[in-house]
C-alpha cells in the first residue's frame, strides 16, 4: 500500500506563488507516476499535471500550461507542484495521486489518494 500526504498550500493573492509537496511512504514510490488534480467547490475534480516515472515526461491542463511544473525526487519519495502567476480560479483542493504514464497521458490509480492541501487565490 502507498501513503500519501500532501502539504504546501495556502492562501496567496494572484500572481503569487506557491510549492506543494506530496510525500509517499509504503510501496515502492519510484515505480508510479505520480500526478496532481484539483476540485473546486461544486466542480468535478480534475487533471493538473502528471509526470512518468521512468523519463520524467510530463503532461499538463491546458490552463496550467507555462505557470505550473510538476517534478519529482524519488531519493525522498517526494513529487512537486510549483504553481506561479497564481490566478483566482486555481482556487481549489489539490490531491495527490500514484497511477500510470503512457502514451503521453496520465491514469489515476483510483486507490492512490492523498487527503489534499487546500489552495485559496484571492483576486
Known amino acids: 500500500q502507498l501513503q500519501l ?20 511512504s509504503g510501496r515502492t514510490f519510484s515505480t508510479y507516476a ?3 488534480f484539483r ?4 466542480k ?5 499535471a ?20 510538476i517534478s519529482r525526487d524519488n531519493a525522498k519519495n517526494t513529487v512537486y507542484l510549483q504553481m506561479n502567476s497564481l490566478k483566482p480560479e ?4 489539490y490531491y495527490c495521486n500514484a497511477g ?10 483510483s ?3 492523498g487527503q489534499g492541501t487546500q489552495v485559496t487565490v484571492s483576486s
Open 5 to 24: 500526504v500532501e502539504s504546501g498550500g495556502g492562501f496567496v493573492q494572484a500572481g503569487g506563488s506557491l510549492r506543494l509537496s506530496c510525500a509517499a
Open 90 to 93: 486555481d482556487t481549489a483542493v
Open 44 to 48: 468535478e475534480r480534475e487533471f493538473v
Open 50 to 69: 502528471g509526470i512518468s516515472w521512468t523519463d520524467g515526461n510530463t503532461n499538463y491542463l491546458d490552463s496550467v500550461k507555462g505557470r505550473f511544473t
Open 34 to 36: 505520480m500526478g496532481w
Open 39 to 42: 476540485q473546486a467547490p461544486g
Open 111 to 113: 486507490r492512490y489518494w
Open 100 to 109: 500510470d504514464y503512457y502514451s503521453g497521458s496520465y491514469y489515476p490509480l
